[in-house]
Structures are given as C-alpha cells and as structure tokens.
C-alpha cells in the first residue's frame, strides 16, 4: 500500500511498549505511528531519554511525536536503563551501556513489520547528545539524526567544566539527576515498581562525584565526544540551538567540522524546542524536521540539501534584562559554512580604553562574588535566569570602553581574546566579557569565556603558573550574533572571580594585565531576513488538570553581619494530573549559593529537590539534598536521599565524598 503525499494519517498510540534487550533489560517505549503501519510500514524516529516518558517529557511529547506520526512516522520514546518506566541501572551519563542499548533499540525498531528499516534519531540536550554519540558509532539503519541543545565535547563544552574551570552547574545538574533518578515507575505499568523504586534507589549514583574526580581531560571526558573524530559521523546531521542557551558552539562547530551532510539553525532561544521555545520569534521546526525526515529516510527530494549550510537569528542589540519574551532581529544565512570565514576587526586593550594599541597595565583583584549577574549557565526553567544588568559586576572588574560606533556592527561568530598576564598566586581563573553599553550607561552581556591559568597551554596537562611570570594567553569566547548599535558602545570586562557560574580558586588571586587585544567577527550588515521559516505548528497540548501552578524566583540577599552574599534561586514546578491516564506528578527545587567577597574559602553550594506521585491511595515522595563545599588541598560533597510511601519513610541515605583539588 503507498500512502499518498502530503495527506495525514490515522494513528495509534502504545503507551507501554517492552523492548526487551538482549541482557534480558526490559526498556519501555511510547509509540506513536500511523495505524496502517502493519500494511505500509514507515521510518522510524527515536528519542531516548533518562527523563520519564510517563510525566517528565510528556508536555514537549504531546506538542511533537504525533505531528510526525500523522505524517507518516513511527515515533518511538523510550526510557533509558533504570528510569521512568524501564527496569535496569543507570550508572552515569552517556555511559557505553547506554549507547549500546541506543544501537540495540534502533537494530529491534528496523526489524518490526511497521517499520520500513530507516531510522532517524532526535533529541535536545541528553537526547541530542546521545544522538550524536549514537551516530558515531555508525549502527546501518540510523540513516539521520536532529540533534539541540547538545555538546561535540563532554569536557570543554557541557555543564561541568568551562575553560578549566570548575562549573558550578556541575554540582547543580547534579543534584537534578539525583533528583530525577529517585523517582518511582507509574505503579499502573509496573506489578513490580516497589521491587524497581527501592533498588533503583539503593544503587543511585552520587554523579557530581563521579565527576569530580576528572578535573582535567581524560580519558572519561574524551569517550563520547564526537570531537574526538568528527568522521565517525557518517548519518545526515541537522543541529539546531539557541542563543540564551548553555551550548551556543556546537551548531557552527558541526557545520564546519562534519563530513556527512550537515546543516544549522540556532535561534534566540533557550534551551527548549524551537516550535514552542522561548524568546521568540519561535519557527515551525517540526515542519523543518519533517523536511529533513523525508529527504534522508525517504529519499524524497525535500530541497534540505540546497538549504544555507548556516542560519542565525542575528539579535538586535537591547536593554539588560533577566528575561524576554520576544528579541527583535533578522535571520541571516551563510550558503558555505558557519562563522570561522568571518571577517575580523581587533581592537586593543589599553589604558584608554579599547581601540587602537597602547600602553597597558591594570591589576585585578575581583571580589569572589563578582558574577551576580551572570544569570543561569543553561536557562531552561524559565524564570528570571538571564544575564542581567552587567554594571554592578562591571564595577568589580577591569573595564575597556570603545569610542561610540560610526555604523551598526553586526558580531556573528566567536570573538577571540588575548592577553598578556601574571598572576601572584600559582593558580588563578580570568573570566572575560563582552558587553554593549547603551548610551545611559546599561551594560547588556553579548557574550563571555572563562580560563583557568593552569590550563592555558592544555586541559589534559595543566601546570600551575609561577607567581610574576608572564604568560601569553589566548580563549575564544562564546559563540554568538549580535548587533550592537550604531552611537553605541563596546565594553571588554575582565575579573579574576565570577561567581556563581564558577568555583573559585583556593586563594585570591591578584591578576597583572600588560597586553591585551580582542578579535571580533563582524559580519556585513544585515539589511532584512535572509531566509525564512514557516510559522511553528504542533500537535494539541498535553490535558492537564492543574492542582498547583508553577511559579521561579531569583533573589540576592547580603547579611549586613558576616558580609557573605547569597543567591537563591526557587523553582516550583507545579503539581498536574494527567486526563487520560491519571498520574499526578510534580516536583519542586531551591539552590543556594554562598560566598564571602573577601574568602574563596567561605563558597559554598546546597540544592534541594522535592518529586511528587500520586495514583488514587498511593502516594511517593523523595526529598534530595546536596551540598558541597572546600579547602585549600579538597572538595568535600554531602547527599542525602529520603523516600516516602504513603508519608512513611521507606528508605534513607546519605552518601559523603572528599575529591583532591587539582589545579581548580
């Protein structure tokens, strides 16, 4: 039977489908796939994830899955070992069990009667990662795969370590997955889910101390980094991102970097989806994906392969703020390539300011909470978590100011920095911002990059510095596209701290600059969109009956008595029933992160988590914690979990780790 083009089809949902692998792990998949499948049998799509198909990723699932399915797709959502709905353990991220079972679930799918044997596989953040590292392992039915939101590089570019330097995301990432990870399978899919929760909980790994323990590039961070070797990747990439998001480099990295056939898109967006994401100007990405789909598991001829290499939302350059709904601007389009041909002005460093070369000598020694506004590593809860005014940091940091600009620039690409530096401290972190000063005085944050000194030369070999010395430096900023007005200013801002993004040094460090220079990629101005979308399409939201409502604040307090500084960020994630099946799910979280201005001892992390699941009688709840905090020779960590069944404690533990510090 063929169906005809462009007509929507029937389909059939299975909300529990065992995949059993060949160690006898059960997997549980959602499917989504047209109800003629049997008799017309269609590609596949995989999106495979440790967040819960069952009520973590159920509301983007709703919107996606079966607009794909009804256009003629098997959409099929699993839950990865030891999560959600499936039996097993999960170890870590990324780990080669998972991959493996990735290759095993997409060998099982191109065997089914529905399934014409082309797979494609899709994810955002985990999912787009492990779609990479999937596809670089090079199983014959993925045929293409989308990946958002994700790395090429576990060690420099995720959210453990940036520049060598310690990312405090890793603590608070952390402290989600033992979260996330406690929770219980839908007792309505599973006879043994107690058997299931109570294992699961007694083998949770404590990952930030995994993590911890590889502090500079090794061999843990090297296995699933594609960037190892971008030729493993020989099915057809589509990579999209976002500029408010944590993993701004990968889109143009990929573009330049791959073999197979790649293509980008990164937006304003934050680390969602881009038919729903926020800010807008949201797209219709599922009709680009479909585009994508049909070309390489089809073989229809779509035009996806004479699409710009590149598209960018270049963003007009606006007023500092923690959030927004919308960012005006234009798409621009590169036909060859992404940003590395970007033409380039550089400016210098110098007493004056930035511009033309100079003498150059300024010391820094920023206050350890210098960073306040830096906003949230990865935005991705919606509140407040953008970068916000960067004056109140600027004022804590050295500062280089342009002259007003003569024309409207427009920054697209990465911009580079180099300095000349010494430091009075054997280690010691430098973290670098561009800023756009508006004619008042607002600084707005375009882009930054933070080092750690002992890895100026190299990640995997760090050495410490020798106090005086002079070192010659050099890191590449975040990428980025970006118009800075004409009248408008251009600022470099350089500190020594810049907390709560990164851990501080053990001693505060004094940071002597000589010479200094930025390298901007500058792009000819953009007149008008260079390319289009169609406007987002999705399918009919999640039903929900809403019994708590959301809510996200971010706060700053100083104790008047001890001096130290706090920011607390609150994130209540609601508490929801779902209308078909009945599960009431729902969670809440607060992270707080201390700091003494003058003590980089006084630093100090603590999050808590609180998951919710109620089914008629039944209910489960697990309150985690962690905290951490250091001296001058160690990291020292502290987690605890506690689980409840019908508000009677059913298990307990507290896990406590000491990590050698090692050039962090």
Known sequence: MTRAPNSLCDIEEIPDLGIRLSDGCRLSARVWRPTDSEQSPVPAILEYLPYRKRDGTTARDALTHPWFAKRGYACIRVDMRGNGDSEGLMEDEYTQQELDDAVEVIEWLSQ????????????ISWGGFNALQVAAMRPDPLKAIITLCS????????????????????LGWGATMWSYSSRAPDPELRSNWRE???DRLKNEPFLPSVWLRHQARDEYWQHGSVCEDFSAIQAATLAVGGWGDAYKNTVPLLVEQLEAPVKGIVGPWVHKYPHFAVPEPRIGFLQEALRWWDHWLKGLD????????YRAYLMDGVRPARWYAERPGRWVAETSGAT?????????????????SGSLSARIRSPHHCGMDVGEYCAIWLGPDLPGDQRADDSLSACFDSSPLDNDMDIVGAPRIRLKVSSD????????RLNHVHPDGASTRITYGVLNLSHRDSHSDPASLTPGAIYEIELDLDQIAYRVPKEHRLRVAVSSA??????????TAELHLTEGEITIPRRETAISDECAFPPPDAEEPWKIKTLRDSANSRRVETDMNTGEVKLIIEDDFGLVEDCDHGL????SAQEIWTIHPDDPLSARGACDWTQEQKRGNLSLKTNTSCEMWSDTENFHLRATINAFENDVLVFSTTKEDTVARKLM
Do not use: F
């Open 584 to 587: 009431i799910s729902g969670g």
């Open 302 to 309: 779509t035009g996806v392969a004479d699409d710009p290499d």
């Open 425 to 432: 401290k054997a280690q010691a972190q430098v973290a670098v």
């Open 151 to 170: 790395t090429a590089d576990r060690y420099a570019d995720d959210i453990h370590y940036k520049g060598g330097c310690l990312l405090n995301e890793n």
């Open 498 to 507: 810049y907390w709560p993004l990164i851990w501080p040094s053990r001693e």
């Open 340 to 356: 590395s041909h970007m033409p380039t002005v550089t400016m210098s460093l110098t007493d004056a300011g930035l511009g033309d």
């Open 196 to 198: 299931l929760w109570l």
């Open 112 to 123: 089914q009667p529905w399934c014409s044997g082309s797979i494609g596989m899709m994810g």
